[in-house]
Protein backbone atom coordinates (compact mmCIF):
# COMPACT_ATOMS: atom_id res chain seq x y z
CA UNK A 1 0.00 0.00 0.00
CA UNK A 2 1.23 3.44 -0.81
CA UNK A 3 0.68 6.28 1.34
CA UNK A 4 -0.31 9.90 -0.05
CA UNK A 5 -0.53 13.38 1.62
CA UNK A 6 -1.26 16.13 -0.62
CA UNK A 7 -0.46 19.66 -0.15
CA UNK A 8 -0.74 23.36 -1.87
CA UNK A 9 -4.34 24.38 -1.59
CA UNK A 10 -5.66 27.25 -1.13
CA UNK A 11 -7.47 30.29 -2.34
CA UNK A 12 -6.53 32.14 -5.31
CA UNK A 13 -8.27 34.97 -8.06
CA UNK A 14 -8.75 33.52 -11.29
CA UNK A 15 -5.71 33.92 -13.52
CA UNK A 16 -3.70 33.13 -10.56
CA UNK A 17 -1.47 29.82 -10.10
CA UNK A 18 -1.41 27.18 -7.79
CA UNK A 19 1.40 24.53 -7.25
CA UNK A 20 -0.18 20.90 -5.51
CA UNK A 21 2.55 18.73 -4.31
CA UNK A 22 1.79 14.53 -3.29
CA UNK A 23 4.30 13.20 -1.14
CA UNK A 24 4.69 9.50 -1.56
CA UNK A 25 5.67 6.82 0.62
CA UNK A 26 5.92 2.78 1.45
CA UNK A 27 5.76 0.62 -1.37
CA UNK A 28 5.74 3.22 -4.55
CA UNK A 29 7.61 0.64 -6.44
CA UNK A 30 4.43 -1.02 -6.98
CA UNK A 31 2.68 1.73 -8.28
CA UNK A 32 4.42 3.37 -11.52
CA UNK A 33 1.19 5.44 -12.21
CA UNK A 34 0.40 9.11 -10.29
CA UNK A 35 -2.50 10.47 -10.97
CA UNK A 36 -4.43 14.22 -10.09
CA UNK A 37 -8.20 14.01 -9.92
CA UNK A 38 -10.42 16.73 -8.38
CA UNK A 39 -14.17 16.64 -7.27
CA UNK A 40 -16.63 19.67 -6.73
CA UNK A 41 -19.66 19.52 -4.66
CA UNK A 42 -21.95 17.34 -6.33
CA UNK A 43 -19.88 16.00 -9.39
CA UNK A 44 -18.25 12.93 -9.76
CA UNK A 45 -14.71 12.89 -8.92
CA UNK A 46 -12.92 13.25 -12.77
CA UNK A 47 -9.35 13.09 -13.74
CA UNK A 48 -6.80 15.74 -14.15
CA UNK A 49 -3.53 14.11 -15.22
CA UNK A 50 -1.44 11.41 -14.54
CA UNK A 51 2.63 10.58 -15.14
CA UNK A 52 4.59 7.49 -14.42
CA UNK A 53 7.26 7.39 -11.90
CA UNK A 54 9.54 5.50 -14.86
CA UNK A 55 9.13 8.01 -17.00
CA UNK A 56 7.28 8.78 -20.06
CA UNK A 57 4.95 11.45 -21.60
CA UNK A 58 2.53 13.26 -18.96
CA UNK A 59 -1.52 12.92 -19.99
CA UNK A 60 -3.67 15.57 -19.18
CA UNK A 61 -7.84 16.15 -19.83
CA UNK A 62 -8.57 18.66 -22.07
CA UNK A 63 -10.05 20.83 -19.44
CA UNK A 64 -6.69 21.79 -18.36
CA UNK A 65 -4.06 20.92 -21.43
CA UNK A 66 -2.51 23.77 -21.44
CA UNK A 67 -3.23 25.71 -18.22
CA UNK A 68 -1.82 22.58 -15.76
CA UNK A 69 1.36 20.58 -15.53
CA UNK A 70 2.87 17.49 -14.01
CA UNK A 71 5.80 16.44 -12.98
CA UNK A 72 7.45 14.34 -10.34
CA UNK A 73 11.29 14.39 -8.44
CA UNK A 74 11.78 10.16 -7.88
CA UNK A 75 14.26 11.48 -5.58
CA UNK A 76 11.91 12.77 -3.15
CA UNK A 77 9.13 10.60 -4.01
CA UNK A 78 6.98 13.93 -4.50
CA UNK A 79 4.59 14.78 -8.08
CA UNK A 80 3.47 18.22 -8.42
CA UNK A 81 0.89 19.83 -9.99
CA UNK A 82 1.31 23.33 -11.22
CA UNK A 83 -1.76 25.07 -11.78
CA UNK A 84 -1.48 28.06 -13.99
CA UNK A 85 -4.41 30.25 -15.24
CA UNK A 86 -7.04 29.16 -12.77
CA UNK A 87 -10.39 29.51 -13.82
CA UNK A 88 -13.65 29.32 -11.25
CA UNK A 89 -14.14 26.20 -12.65
CA UNK A 90 -11.44 24.56 -11.32
CA UNK A 91 -12.50 25.10 -7.46
CA UNK A 92 -12.84 22.00 -6.32
CA UNK A 93 -11.20 18.97 -3.87
CA UNK A 94 -7.14 17.34 -5.27
CA UNK A 95 -6.49 14.33 -4.58
CA UNK A 96 -3.20 12.57 -5.73
CA UNK A 97 -3.78 8.86 -6.57
CA UNK A 98 -1.45 5.40 -7.26
CA UNK A 99 -1.79 2.65 -9.52
CA UNK A 100 -0.19 -0.01 -11.52
CA UNK A 101 -2.00 0.90 -14.83
CA UNK A 102 -2.72 4.05 -16.75
CA UNK A 103 -6.21 5.29 -16.88
CA UNK A 104 -8.63 8.22 -16.48
CA UNK A 105 -10.98 6.25 -14.33
CA UNK A 106 -10.48 6.73 -10.30
CA UNK A 107 -11.43 2.56 -10.72
CA UNK A 108 -7.64 2.33 -11.98
CA UNK A 109 -6.02 3.69 -9.02
CA UNK A 110 -5.70 1.75 -5.60
CA UNK A 111 -4.46 4.24 -3.33
CA UNK A 112 -5.68 8.16 -2.58
CA UNK A 113 -4.50 10.89 -0.63
CA UNK A 114 -7.03 12.86 1.85
CA UNK A 115 -7.28 15.89 -0.92
CA UNK A 116 -6.48 19.47 -0.29
CA UNK A 117 -9.09 22.21 -1.52
CA UNK A 118 -8.65 24.73 -4.63
CA UNK A 119 -10.83 27.78 -4.19
CA UNK A 120 -10.90 30.00 -7.62
CA UNK A 121 -12.48 33.04 -6.59
CA UNK A 122 -11.90 36.80 -6.73
Known amino acids: QVQLVESGGGLVQPGGSLRLSCAAS????????MGWFRQAPGKEREFVAR????????YYADSVKGRFTVSRDNAKNIVYLQMNSLKPEDTAVYYC???????????????WGQGTQVTVSS
Open 97 to 111: AAGRRAGTSPAVFDS
Open 26 to 33: GRTFSSDV
Open 51 to 58: IRWSGGSA
